[in-house]
């Protein structure tokens, strides 16, 4: 089974409204922790936003946000304001607790292009 | 601070030769992971290194391998290139491990063409 979901290939929003990109998660872990991250066409994979399995709150960092639902295992990205430089691929991804082990398990990704 | 550097940025092989990339982690962070990205496969973790121990792998053949140094910069090195292992190849660091958060920083990548 995948450890993590993203099961929209692509999506498009207009430039200064908010996008809900989706993640689903499996684990029997109870620690773990969920990250977010943008890759845009130069490669590199920039960190957004993490959401530690333990944690109340919902994270926010600056236009974005995590929704965490815990019974419904999803950690879905919101990103307010969209901007042009905010089209990307974006990858939800997930390191289990139990290990200890500094490996991430990542979604397949998805495409966001901001319309003009 | 400096960022994860790796290099080279770009590679072209031929099939069946071997190759070498490097990656210099963030200064004092002790572990470096590997990534494997292609279209086909999407982003697969290929193995960690800490305190120059092989910590964890993924699930790749033998052809994989790494090591880490004393200063924690990090190697991994393909033999007999196969056309599939065409891919950009993501390290990132962390400063620590065995904690449910910890931010691992990627670099820009080594982009590997195999013909």
């Known amino acids: 089974a995948q450890k993590i979901t993203q099961t929209q290939p692509g999506m498009f929003v207009q430039e200064k409204e908010a996008v809900t990109l989706d993640c689903t998660y499996d684990t029997s872990d109870q620690s773990y922790g969920l990250f977010w991250y943008k890759q845009p066409s130069s490669g590199e994979m920039i960190f957004l936003i993490y959401q530690g399995s333990y944690d109340e709150q919902n994270a926010t960092e600056g236009r974005y946000s995590l929704n965490f639902q815990k019974a419904r295992k999803s950690a879905n990205l919101v990103i307010s304001a969209s901007q042009l430089g905010d089209s990307a691929m974006y990858f939800c991804a997930m390191r289990e607790g139990r290990s200890g082990a500094n490996n991430l398990f990542f979604g397949t990704g998805t495409r966001l292009t901001v319309i003009p | 601070k400096a960022g994860v550097t790796q290099t080279p940025r770009y590679l072209i092989k031929t099939r069946g030769q071997q190759v070498t990339l490097s990656c210099s982690p963030i200064?004092?962070?002790?572990?470096v992971s590997w990534y494997q990205q292609t279209p086909g496969q999407g982003l697969q973790f290929l193995f960690e290194y800490f305190s120059e121990t092989q910590r964890n792998k993924g699930n790749f053949p033998g052809r994989f391998s790494g090591r880490q140094f004393s200063n924690s910069r990090s190697e991994m090195n393909v033999s007999t290139l196969e056309l599939g292992d065409s891919a950009l190849y993501l390290c990132?660091?962390?400063?620590?491990?065995?904690?449910?958060?910890?931010?691992?920083?990627f670099g820009p990548g080594t982009r590997l063409t195999v013909l």
């Open positions: 200064s004092g962070h002790r572990s």
């Open positions: 990132a660091s962390s400063l620590m491990r065995d904690r449910a958060y910890n931010e691992q920083f």
